[in-house]
């Protein structure tokens, strides 16, 4: 089974860093597009960053220049580097991976179960 676990999430201080982590397990044959996205109670889940096998990355507005998204293809494993952070980063994030199982597999996208972060004032 393909697994996809996030971890690093927290309480810290308004002005302080977290780094979150999201490794997918290895018994996969690769992995493609890979993102972090979050969700706060009663909202819909929003695209944070994501991060091509290339390494090319994408933000959204609201963490451009504070965030930083990054990946180590050997390991299957994705990181979010957050700084500078804000109540409004409050929220459960999620990990999403495109992955293909197999050499003659298609893609298919993967979520993990999702970490909190809380960000007090």
């Known amino acids: 089974q393909v697994q996809v676990v996030e971890s690093g999430g927290g309480l810290v201080q308004a002005g302080g860093s977290l780094r979150l982590s999201c490794a997918v397990s290895r018994n996969i044959f690769t992995t493609d597009a890979m993102g972090w996205y979050r969700q706060a109670p009663g909202k819909p889940r929003e695209l944070v960053a994501s991060?091509?096998?290339?390494?090319?990355?994408t933000y959204a507005d609201s963490v451009k220049g504070r965030f930083t998204i990054s990946r180590d293809n050997a390991k299957n494993t994705m990181y979010l580097q957050m700084n500078s952070l804000t109540p409004l980063d409050t929220d459960v994030y999620y990990c999403?991976?495109?992955?293909?199982?197999?050499?003659?597999?298609?893609?298919?996208?993967?979520w993990g179960q999702g970490t909190q972060v809380t960000v007090s004032s």
């Open positions: 991060i091509y096998a290339s390494g090319a990355t």
């Open positions: 999403r991976a495109r992955v293909q199982r197999s050499r003659i597999s298609g893609y298919e996208i993967y």
